[in-house]
């Protein structure tokens, strides 16, 4: 029997909508169609390409406002710190092992390795990978209500994966390698402001998209190509960035920022060597903004590249938990009432989450059973804080998220759409935790619009140096672990990056 395209469409994409995408509990899955283009649209994207490649090469770090340079340390602090710890999942061991079997010359460290040494696009992709292994990683700040709070960019690891590998390879400084991060840290997260919402809403995971031209600018700024060779590396990089959020959950989706990462580094390769691509491929009707995004708003990108740099302006959030930023605020809520109260798990009844979209589809798993899904999942994240009054690295493992108290605690945990909290916009996570007791009693509390991690409520410098070593402790001594954070603290004053890679390897 033959049927049509389009019937074999409905049912594979219903298949899909059933199965790997369905709403979580209290959300009606709905279908984001592609905007249409405007009519303006082709007019109004135009000269991007040009104005990134532009900044790439002109940016120095001796022209960066200081507290540029000292937020992009801390970046580095929290980036080296998550990798380290990444570094020791099943994902991680994975993509280190093919990276030692594929070979090549032995050009940058895979961090966490023992001083494993492969090709510079190798090492971006394994250290890429181990970076965003645990969901970990710092999340870009959204500016306005339209533009989605943490669902833009985890900015920092395809930088610094890319510019690291480059860097050890070209055996520059420190100022080198830290001024690469913060350029391409810049037109990273400037593209994934500029794109339209949509581009997240209909699947991409912005991360494994955008992060490409984040790690793609890192490498080549350190190879010093032409602005030339920058546009065309943006259109090489275009045709590379890819990740879709069925994945969420799943060891792909670090694969997202692996690839990510060492797509920036071969781009940047292939440019150096005089690989051309498509003229402005990020503008026009056939460019990365339309064809991936549905659009742009170039008003955020083209007058303020650097202008400011967003790494403090909105600023980024590091992550108290290791898991997707839009539970975090509803984490602290929960507890918040458990501690407050002393609540015992045979205290609590049920548990109830009122959040918007913006939330509950992310976050979509109603059970998990891998601390891969346990990391989207509302019941676990909750129970995790009810029964252990925490989520760290310790938490997040297969055997406790499928030990019998948090299975048979999961249950009580349920969200619901709050349509009132989704008509008050995106631009922050807003929730409230709600908990009915045994005795009869009904807890609730909304959670804070200033996020702890974030520019309104940032780690002080000893609570960023205790998240390195809570995550770095699982592969490095005592002593080892100071050395590396006083390199990173001082990484522009080393005369080498191999003075920081060596106390990491």
């Known amino acids: 029997m033959k049927i049509t395209r389009q019937e074999f469409m409905r049912g594979t994409v219903g298949a899909l909508a059933g199965a790997a995408l369905a709403a979580p509990r209290g959300v009606t899955a709905q279908a984001v169609p592609p905007r249409a283009p405007r009519k303006d649209e082709k007019a109004a994207i135009k000269g991007t390409t040009k104005a990134i490649a532009r900044f790439a090469?002109?940016?120095r770090l001796a022209d960066m406002p200081a507290a540029v340079v000292a937020q992009g340390k801390r970046c580095l602090v929290d980036g080296f710190g998550v990798t380290l710890a990444g570094s020791t999942v099943e994902g991680s061991h994975i993509l280190r092992n093919y990276a030692?079997?594929?070979?090549?010359?032995?050009?940058?460290?895979?961090?966490?390795?023992?001083?494993?040494?492969?090709?510079a696009s190798l090492a971006a992709l394994a250290n890429g990978g181990s970076g965003h292994a645990m969901d970990f990683d710092d999340t870009q700040l959204s500016t306005t209500p339209d533009r989605t709070y943490g669902l833009l960019t985890h900015p920092t690891i395809p930088a610094m994966a890319a510019a690291l590998a480059v860097?050890?390879?070209?055996?520059?400084?420190?100022?080198?390698?830290?001024?690469?991060?913060?350029v391409g840290f810049e037109a990273e997260c400037k593209i994934a402001e500029a794109?339209?919402?949509?581009?997240?809403?209909?699947?991409?995971?912005?991360?494994?998209?955008i992060g490409t031209f984040g790690a793609a600018i890192a490498a080549a700024r350190l190879m010093a190509l032409s602005e030339p060779q920058v546009e065309h590396l943006l259109a090489i990089a275009a045709s590379?960035?890819?990740?879709?959020?069925?994945?969420?959950?799943?060891?792909?989706?670090?694969?997202?920022?692996?690839?990510?990462s060492e797509s920036g580094v071969f781009a940047a390769d292939m440019a150096g060597h005089g690989f051309t691509g498509g003229a402005e491929g990020?503008?026009?009707?056939?460019?990365?903004?339309?064809?991936?995004?549905?659009?742009?708003?170039?008003?955020?990108?083209?007058?303020?590249?650097?202008?400011?740099?967003?790494?403090?302006?909105?600023?980024?959030?590091?992550?108290?938990?290791?898991?997707?930023?839009?539970?975090?605020?509803?984490?602290?809520?929960?507890?918040?009432?458990?501690?407050?109260?002393?609540?015992?798990?045979?205290?609590?009844?049920?548990?109830?989450?009122?959040?918007?979209?913006?939330?509950?589809?992310?976050?979509?798993?109603?059970?998990?059973?891998?601390?891969l899904e346990a990391k989207f999942c509302v019941p676990f994240l909750l129970t995790s804080i009810l029964l252990?009054?925490?989520?760290?690295?310790?938490?997040?493992?297969?055997?406790?998220?499928?030990?019998?108290?948090?299975?048979q605690t999961m249950p009580k945990v349920t969200t619901v759409f709050d349509a009132a909290i989704e008509a008050q916009g995106f631009e922050k996570i807003r929730s409230i935790v709600e908990i009915d007791l045994v005795d009869g009693r009904?807890?609730?509390?909304?959670?804070?619009?200033?996020?702890?991690?974030?520019?309104?409520?940032?780690?002080?410098?000893?609570?960023?140096?205790?998240?390195?070593?809570?995550?770095?402790?699982?592969?490095?001594?005592p002593e080892r672990m100071e050395r590396a954070l006083t390199a990173i603290e001082n990484v522009d004053g080393l005369a080498n990056i191999q003075m920081l890679v060596a106390t990491m390897a």
């Open 388 to 407: 252990r009054r925490r989520a760290g690295v310790r938490e997040f493992t297969d055997a406790f998220v499928s030990s019998a108290e948090v299975q």
């Open 167 to 182: 860097a050890e390879r070209r055996n520059v400084s420190g100022a080198a390698f830290l001024e690469a991060f913060l």
């Open 240 to 260: 590379l960035a890819a990740g879709i959020r069925v994945n969420f959950g799943s060891m792909t989706k670090p694969l997202h920022v692996a690839r990510a």
């Open 100 to 119: 030692k079997a594929t070979g090549g010359k032995s050009e940058a460290t895979i961090l966490g390795s023992g001083g494993l040494k492969v090709t």
């Open 282 to 371: 990020l503008d026009g009707e056939w460019g990365f903004f339309q064809v991936l995004g549905g659009g742009a708003d170039i008003n955020r990108l083209l007058p303020v590249m650097g202008k400011p740099y967003t790494i403090v302006d909105p600023g980024v959030s590091i992550k108290p938990y290791p898991c997707g930023v839009l539970s975090h605020p509803s984490m602290d809520a929960m507890l918040a009432l458990v501690t407050e109260n002393n609540l015992q798990p045979a205290q609590v009844k049920a548990v109830r989450l009122r959040a918007g979209s913006n939330i509950l589809q992310p976050l979509r798993y109603a059970t998990a059973r891998t601390e």
């Open 57 to 59: 090469v002109s940016a």
């Open 442 to 477: 009904a807890l609730r509390r909304p959670s804070d619009d200033r996020y702890r991690g974030g520019p309104d409520r940032p780690f002080s410098t000893q609570e960023l140096r205790d998240k390195f070593t809570d995550c770095a402790q699982l592969v490095l001594s």
């Open 195 to 209: 794109i339209d919402p949509s581009h997240y809403t209909r699947g991409f995971h912005s991360s494994g998209t």
